[in-house]
Structures are given as structure tokens and as C-alpha cells.
């Protein structure tokens, strides 16, 4: 059997490496990386395509330069994805969640063949779970969300997932939309042999006029009155020794804060 | 006029979203309608009373199961139907995914995991956590349709007053979903509230194996406190996904919240940042935890939570 799957790969800044300013966030010199769940996703879609035999998985990227994602789409070849295309354009840097979704979807179609669209069940950084849903609905695919066991066969993929009070168990005619949670595998760490192979896969890029897209089509329709971070304003006391004393003084502390022994 | 419809399957979540919707539209001079789909609920008499005007109740076929697309699909022609130019849905796991669909469906903009939502003059803001709970993004939408999916429990009800939402079967035209439920079967688990726990003990994957999450009970039984852990410990399947804090799990606020193991990724501590006292227990100094701790214990948790426990049944 032969699979197709396209792996929807944002790239994000390593959130970790954050720093707040003025309760801004400060985003200079921040590394970027191939989002946490897109991982997942790319793990599954190699996991599927070894199991069906035949196939190729391609890592599709859309980003408003390729400064950026030059690092993401590496990783992720690394792990063993056959090729990427990249849809890059200056039009893309204030575009939201509906024009990421118009110009993957674009990109899609443009592709032509797929047997399964892979996305994370949300972006590291935003996390809105908008894109993939809204890419099923443009393309008219079907949809399931937060898989966390994938199997593919004869006409359709076949889908566990996780809702707030249920696990469910869907059955998709292929092509289908999929997203996926953490808890579906854990991402393979690319050997050094993959890393220097990955350099050598095919990789496309894009404009969104190659799409046939103008930028209206990207343009954003939410607008963002701020950004700021929470106010912290915590203590910072450490207890030293051993355990029994570090016991012992945060036990008393807790006394005084009129935590304990009320 | 102009409605907020509201659409939640979860009946709690709609009320909720009723009663705020109520509030908004009368400031802005609208109109509440509220839309009950698939079969089995009761929940129209109480929307009413809790300030639908409209109540939009469908039981089609093609609803059962409550497949995305389909629910997607009828919640779009009751919006038309409606004349909505705001839909309130939750932000559960299957509003979320409902949510962006249906605002694709009406060249709508859409806001999940709302945890506020305000009128500034005559404009709808939403706040919602960005950078993975870095910060707090406000945002507003430009469409002339607006989806917001709001985190449950975001709005206070308020007190149900008598009269009845007047009834409406929508006229719909709906297919049923390409997308076959195979099975559905309840998950197993405890049902705990985080949100409202006064103390609470977060465990992470610094715990070494499965059977010592034991660990983690008898120091919450000590302290008198709810267990939660990481995602990355439910991940595991060590403790049940009702039991994570952070952006993809419960928001707490409790008066002390005490992590073992825990690394402190951001995606976990927006979770615990509306605490009045944060506690870590961490063998690496350097943990981002400690950043946001009041107080700290560099140590292995293997020492440190027994001499704990041992310490907190003699006070
Ligand atoms: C979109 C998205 C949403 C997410 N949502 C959530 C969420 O809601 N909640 C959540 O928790 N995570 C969430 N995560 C995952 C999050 O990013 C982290 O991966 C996770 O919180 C890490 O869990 P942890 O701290 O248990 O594990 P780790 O990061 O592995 O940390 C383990 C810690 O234990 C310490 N340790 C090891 N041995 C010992 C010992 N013997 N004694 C004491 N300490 C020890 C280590 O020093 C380390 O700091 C999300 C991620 C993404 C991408
Ligand atoms: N710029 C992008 N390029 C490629 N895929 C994306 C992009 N943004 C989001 N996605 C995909 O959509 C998923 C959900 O993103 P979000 O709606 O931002 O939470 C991600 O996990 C990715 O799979």
C-alpha cells in the first residue's frame, strides 16, 4: 500500500528561551525550532508510511521568510521526512491563523496528491488549534482531532482519540485531515548520518503568488491590542542541608505563612 | 436585530455562556439565541430562563454522534437563520475543534481559549494566553461574524428568572459526516477539581517509575492537598489527564502549590501562576521552576518528599 502525508510543520521561537522585559516579551536572538506537537505529527507520519511500505511524508512550511525555517525544515528531514515545500512571503508576517490555513490549504492543492494532512493538535507558541480545522473545511476534507493512535488501511484511517470526557475511536475516508496530541509517540532524535542526508532532500519554496494567492488572501482578520506578561512578584528563598532540615525550615515556613497548623 | 448565538454541548458550559451572552447583548442591543442539537437533552427550558430569547432545538439524524463537520455544518445555517453575528461556543476539546470549522464556514474570525471577554465601547475583547502562557494576548476580530470559543467556567451564572426562550426548529439541510464513530466509551478516572483546590501537589518526570506517584499521594494526604501532575507525566499514563495543570490543562489558584519533579516548562506554570505560594523540590538548581518559586529545595526528591511527609505528620 502507498501513503502520502503531508506534515503541517510550524516554526517557532524556542519559547524556554523567552525573556520579559517591561512585561514584554523579547524576542531577539531567540533560536527558532520545529513546534513540540508538528513533531508528533512527523513521527506518525514516518511511523505510517514504514508501516504501508510505500510513500513519502513531505513537511510543509509556511513562514514569512526562510531564515527561519531553513533550521526547522532540517530537523525535521532529519527525522527521516522525504521532502518539503515552503510557502514564504513577506505578505505572511502579519497574517493569523485563517491566512496560515488559506495558504497551507493553497499549497495543498498545489501538491495535488495526498493520502493524509497531518497538524499538531495546536502551535507551541499560540496554540489556537485553528489551522488544521480550518484547512479541512477550505479543502472540504474530513476532520478528526487529537488523535493519539493513528492506523491507515484500504480506503480510510482509522483513529483513536482523547476528548474531555470520552475516548472515541473514528474512521476516516482518505484524504483526511488529522491532528494529533503529545501522548500519540515520542519523536525520534535524528542520527548524525540523517543530519548530513537531510541536506541533500528536495525542498521547494513558494511564493503565494506561485499558488495563484494574493495577499488578501492573507491578509489578518483579528487584531492584537497586547501582548504582556503576568506580573510575578514571588519570594525566591532556597533552603540549604540536607533534606531533613530543608524539610524542616519550609514546614516552618509554611507555619508562618499561616499555610499549616491553622 | 442582531443575536449572540451560544452553542455548547456541554450543558453547564451553555448556561454559562447564556447568561454572559445575556449581559453583552443587552449592552449592544442584541439578541440571545441558543442552539440545542442531537437528541437527549433537556437542556431548552433552561437556556430560556437563563436568557435565550430564541432557543434553535434539532434533533436531525445527521447530528448523532455530534461529528465536527456535521455540527459545524448545522450550527452555520442556524447562525444564517439566526441573523448571529457573535457565536459563543466553549473551548472543550470539541468546541475547540468546532470552533475554527464554523468560522471558516462564515468568513468569520475566531478566538480560542478565551479566559476573558469584554465590551470596550462597542467592541468585543478577547484575552487568551499566547507565547505558550508567556503572556496574555487581547485581541479583537475585524470580520463582521465573530466566533469565540471560551474556556469553561470563564463566566459566572447567575440566578435563572421564569420565562421560557421561545422554541424554533430551524429548517436545515444537513448530510450526515464522512467521519464514522467506531465507538465511544467513557474514560476512566477520578473526577477532581483543581480549579477550586486550596493546596495542591504537582508531580513530574522526575519521578523514576510509575509505582511512585504513591509518593506523590501520601505527601498530598499529608498536606492535605489535590494531586495533579505534568503533561508529561499524564503523557506516561501515570496519572489521568484530568489531573494536568498548565495551558492544555486546569488553571489553578490555590494558596499553595508545591511541584516535585517538575521542571517549570512555561506550558506548565501558566497553570499554577495565579498561586499565592509556589514551592519547588528540584535535584537542578537552575530549573526554571525556582524562578517563580517562593520557596525552593534543591534536592532529590527521594530524600526530600519523605523527610516531608515525615515532618508534616508531627505539626
Ligand atoms: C502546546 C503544548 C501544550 C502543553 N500543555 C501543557 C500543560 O497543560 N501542562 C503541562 O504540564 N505541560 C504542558 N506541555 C508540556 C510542557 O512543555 C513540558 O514538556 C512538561 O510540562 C514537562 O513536564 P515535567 O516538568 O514533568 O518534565 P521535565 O521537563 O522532564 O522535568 C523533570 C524535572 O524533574 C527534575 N528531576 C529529575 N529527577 C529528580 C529527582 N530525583 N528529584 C527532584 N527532581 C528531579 C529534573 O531536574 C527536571 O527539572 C505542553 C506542551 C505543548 C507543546
Ligand atoms: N505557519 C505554519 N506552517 C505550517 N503549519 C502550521 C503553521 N501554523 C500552524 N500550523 C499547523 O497547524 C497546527 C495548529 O496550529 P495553531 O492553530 O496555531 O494552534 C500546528 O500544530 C501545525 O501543524
Known amino acids: 500500500m502507498r501513503l502520502d502525508i503531508v506534515v503541517c510543520v510550524k516554526t517557532n521561537p524556542d519559547l524556554q528561551m523567552i525573556r520579559i522585559k517591561n512585561r514584554e516579551p523579547v524576542l531577539e536572538a531567540i533560536p527558532f525550532k520545529a513546534g513540540d506537537l508538528e513533531k508528533n505529527a512527523v513521527e506518525a507520519a514516518l511511523q505510517l508510511r514504514d508501516a504501508a511500505g510505500d510513500g513519502k511524508v513531505v513537511v510543509l512550511v509556511v513562514a514569512e521568510g526562510n ?27 502579519t497574517t493569523d491563523q485563517a491566512g496560515v490555513a488559506a495558504a497551507l490549504a493553497a499549497a495543498l492543492q498545489k501538491i495535488g496528491s495526498y493520502d493524509l494532512v497531518l497538524f499538531g493538535e495546536g502551535s507551541t507558541d499560540n496554540y489556537t488549534g485553528q489551522v488544521g480545522p480550518r484547512v479541512a473545511e477550505i479543502l472540504g476534507l474530513p476532520q478528526v482531532g487529537y488523535a493519539r493512535k493513528i492506523t491507515a488501511g484500504g480506503a480510510g484511517v482509522l483513529a483513536e482519540r482523547s476528548m474531555d470526557e470520552s475516548i472515541e475511536t473514528l474512521e476516516a475516508p482518505l484524504p483526511a485531515v488529522v491532528t494529533v496530541v503529545s501522548e500519540i509517540n515520542e519523536p525520534r532524535i535524528p542520527s548524525l548520518m540523517n543530519i548530513m542526508k537531510a541536506g541533500k532532500k528536495p525542498v521547494e519554496e513558494w511564493s503565494l503568488a506561485d499558488m495563484g494567492l494574493d495577499t488578501a488572501a492573507v491578509a489578518p482578520v483579528r487584531s492584537i491590542l497586547s501582548n504582556l506578561a503576568e506580573e510575578q512578584d514571588r519570594k525566591h528563598i532556597m533552603f540549604e542541608g540536607g533534606a531533613a532540615e530543608q524539610a524542616e525550615a519550609f514546614v516552618n515556613a509554611l507555619i508562618k505563612e499561616g499555610v499549616l497548623g491553622r | 436585530m442582531a443575536d449572540i448565538l451560544v452553542y455548547s454541548e456541554k450543558q453547564g458550559a451553555a448556561l454559562e455562556l447564556t ?28 437556556l430560556g430562563e437563563l436568557g435565550a430569547d430564541r432557543v434553535y432545538v434539532t434533533d436531525d439524524p445527521a447530528l448523532e454522534g455530534l461529528a465536527v463537520d456535521v455540527t459545524a455544518e448545522a450550527l452555520a445555517q442556524v447562525a444564517r437563520e439566526a441573523g448571529a453575528t457573535v457565536v459563543l461556543l466553549a473551548s472543550t476539546r470539541r468546541g475547540k475543534e468546532l470552533a475554527p470549522r464554523l468560522a471558516q464556514k462564515l468568513g468569520a474570525g475566531c ?102 506517584v504513591e509518593l506523590g499521594r501520601e505527601l498530598a494526604a499529608a498536606l492535605g492537598a489535590e494531586l495533579s501532575c505534568t503533561k508529561g507525566l499524564a503523557d506516561f499514563g501515570w496519572l489521568g489527564e484530568d489531573r494536568i495543570i498548565g495551558l492544555s490543562g486546569a ?40 524562578q517563580l518559586a517562593d520557596y525552593g529545595i534543591v534536592g532529590d526528591l527521594y530524600e526530600v518528599v519523605p523527610a516531608l511527609i515525615e515532618k508534616l505528620k508531627s505539626v
Not at chain 2, 502549590?257 to 519547588?280: D, E, F, R
Open chain 1, 67 to 93: 531564515r527561519k525555517v531553513r533550521e526547522t525544515v532540517k530537523e525535521v528531514l532529519a527525522m527521516g521526512a522525504d521532502e518539503a515545500v515552503l510557502v514564504v512571503d513577506p505578505a505572511l508576517e
Open chain 2, 19 to 46: 447568561f454572559k451572552a445575556k449581559e453583552l447583548a443587552g449592552a449592544m442591543g442584541m439578541g440571545v439565541s441558543a442552539a440545542v442539537l442531537g437528541s437527549g437533552s433537556d437542556a431548552a427550558g433552561k
Open chain 2, 111 to 212: 478566538v480560542s481559549d478565551v479566559s476573558s471577554l469584554t465590551l470596550e465601547g462597542s467592541t468585543l475583547v478577547a484575552t487568551r494566553y499566547a507565547f505558550g502562557g508567556n503572556t496574555v494576548a487581547a485581541e479583537t476580530l475585524d470580520t463582521e461574524v465573530k466566533v469565540f470559543a471560551v474556556m469553561p467556567k470563564t463566566f459566572e451564572i447567575g440566578a435563572p428568572t421564569p420565562g421560557a426562550g421561545q422554541i424554533v426548529t430551524p429548517a436545515l439541510a444537513l448530510q450526515p459526516s464522512a467521519v464514522k464513530l467506531v465507538e465511544r466509551r467513557a474514560k476512566e478516572g477520578d473526577a477532581v477539581n483543581l480549579e477550586d483546590a486550596e493546596r495542591i501537589v504537582g508531580i513530574g518526570r522526575g519521578l523514576n517509575k510509575r509505582e511512585d
Open chain 2, 251 to 290: 488553571k489553578t489558584k490555590p494558596e499553595l502549590y508545591l511541584s516535585v519533579g517538575i521542571s517549570g516548562q512555561i506550558q506548565h506554570t501558566v497553570g499554577i501562576s495565579s498561586s499565592k505560594l509556589i514551592a519547588a523540590v528540584n535535584t537542578d538548581k537552575d530549573a526554571p521552576i525556582f
